[in-house]
């Protein structure tokens, strides 16, 4: 069929009382019909040939979707368009069956503390026979010589050269004394074992030392308080980057609801809180000793920010604590110390899920409202009609010869798109029109002229994909 020639676009504009009473149906297709509305907005229909105006769905109009209940019984939205603003009914449907249980989530607050329980009897305690050197369970010898295999010392001492500049330590193990490089920095690389190579690392960088001393009886563990710890003369001691101010573990196990018993043993007793407060007012960088169980290894991480105040209300810390290498969280935590009694705010930094009243982060529900919205800039860009993608409502193509029109993938129920034909060739093309099984098209092909440009209208719906076309 050839569609060469001029078009001259037709319009009939009425207010709503007039279309309400106008049963015309108007005999020309294409024909714009426009609803002049009492506030002033226009609606817009096209005429069929086939429908009287109340008879037509509306085109291209203005509708804004909000959410406006959300919870267990019910899901309703508001639509707001050129006509006002309404909400639809519950589309929440009936409670399906329990589906598959997702993965854990995080960890809630600290529950209150429960009864407590009837006292347990005393299990038998260890012991070491004197004699046979077994291990025994209360009276009953288990035969097992409780005897250890020969351990490894490592000694780790700060160098005798170590300048404001200059901070080196002096790792000495089964193969002699070897010196790390300058570690003098605002946030100091920690010395730990590579557990791989059994190598002392610094930071990130591998120094090539063994991690095994001379041969020695090792008989007590390093302290488990979360920080790291090496052996020096004899003893453990602990590793800490010089000029820094270490803060107690303990503090990253309060709550808001933790006792001034709780907080005054987190932080060291008043002692110790003095301590942390003088380190914050010399400017000293500021790490906190945090235990990782899944690492099985103490560890280091900084203090963001940290402030400090004093006045008749009391004296104040507040720390800002980013957990980006254990979750998503950034914890603020405030401790005041007032007529020797301790109390403590603790505040999750992370926005929460944005709604229509506050801001915040986009739910992954709205973050999927958002992908499937139609967003008429984008265009897709082609120069064959074959394997088109879906992803936009405009897609422009480029012809100099006749291909089969198909998409690369089925679309979602009610999908439609608009296709811009241009023939850049210098001949004529004749475009066939798919009818096959899962095709409706009234035209089985159409005619682009060279150097013109035509349209294709496709729309997904009850499984089958609707032609319109306009020829040139």
Not at 97 to 124: F, L, M, S
Not at 183 to 209: C, E, F, Y
Request: contains cysteine.
């Amino acid at each position: 069929m050839n569609k060469k020639g001029a078009y001259v676009y037709q319009q009939i504009e009425q207010t709503t009382a007039e279309w309400a009473v106008d049963t015309t149906v108007y005999g020309i297709t294409s024909v714009f019909l426009f609803e002049r509305l009492e506030n002033g907005k226009v609606n817009m229909k096209l005429s069929d040939g086939v429908h009287t105006f109340a008879e037509l769905p509306y085109v291209m109009q203005d509708v804004k979707v909000t959410v406006k209940q959300n919870d267990d019984t019910a899901y309703i939205l508001t639509l707001t368009t050129a006509e006002g603003e309404f909400d639809t009914p519950n589309l929440k449907g009936p409670k399906g069956d329990p589906g598959i249980q997702g993965d854990t989530g995080k960890t809630g607050p600290q529950g209150e503390p429960g009864i407590q329980g009837v006292p347990g009897v005393d299990a038998p305690v260890p012991s070491i026979d004197l004699e046979t050197k077994h291990w025994k369970i209360g009276e009953e010898d288990t035969g097992i010589v409780a005897e250890g295999k020969n351990g490894i010392s490592v000694s780790v001492v700060e160098n005798s050269e170590n300048t404001e500049t200059v901070y080196k330590l002096d790792i000495t193990d089964k193969d002699g004394k070897k010196t790390t490089p300058n570690l003098r920095g605002n946030d100091a690389p920690i010395p730990s074992i590579d557990p791989v190579t059994k190598q002392w690392k610094i930071g990130d960088k591998d120094t090539g030392v063994v991690a095994e001393g001379k041969n020695a009886a090792i008989t007590d563990d390093a302290p488990s308080d979360g920080k790291t710890y090496g052996r020096k003369d004899g003893l453990w001691a602990e590793i800490v980057a010089n000029g820094s101010f270490v803060i107690p573990g303990g503090i990253m196990e309060l709550t808001s609801e933790s006792t001034s018993s709780d907080i005054g043993e987190a932080v060291g007793g008043i002692d110790g809180f003095n301590a942390i407060t003088q380190a914050i007012q010399k400017g000293k960088s500021c790490l906190i000793g945090f235990y990782n169980s899944d690492a099985d290894a103490g560890m280091y991480f900084n203090v963001n920010t940290y402030t400090f105040s004093s006045s008749h209300e009391g004296t104040n810390i507040v720390l800002a604590i980013p957990l980006f290498q254990f979750s998503a969280e950034n914890l603020s935590i405030h401790i005041r110390l007032k007529d020797n009694e301790f109390s403590c705010q603790v505040s999750n930094l992370t926005p929460p899920n944005a709604t229509p009243t506050t801001a915040g982060y986009m739910s992954a529900e709205d973050k999927q409202r958002v992908d499937n919205a139609v967003v008429f800039k984008d265009v897709t860009v082609a120069s064959t009609l074959t394997g088109l993608s879906i992803a936009n409502y405009s897609i422009k193509v480029t012809l100099s010869s006749a291909s089969a029109l198909s998409f690369a993938s089925t679309p979602y129920e009610g999908w439609e798109c608009m296709i811009d034909i241009k023939n850049t060739g210098t001949s004529d093309i004749t475009q066939a029109l798919p009818n096959g099984i899962g095709w409706q098209c009234d035209e089985t092909s159409m005619t682009i002229a060279a150097g013109k440009i035509a349209s294709i209208s496709v729309r997904y719906v009850h499984g089958t994909y609707v032609v319109l076309t306009k020829g040139n």
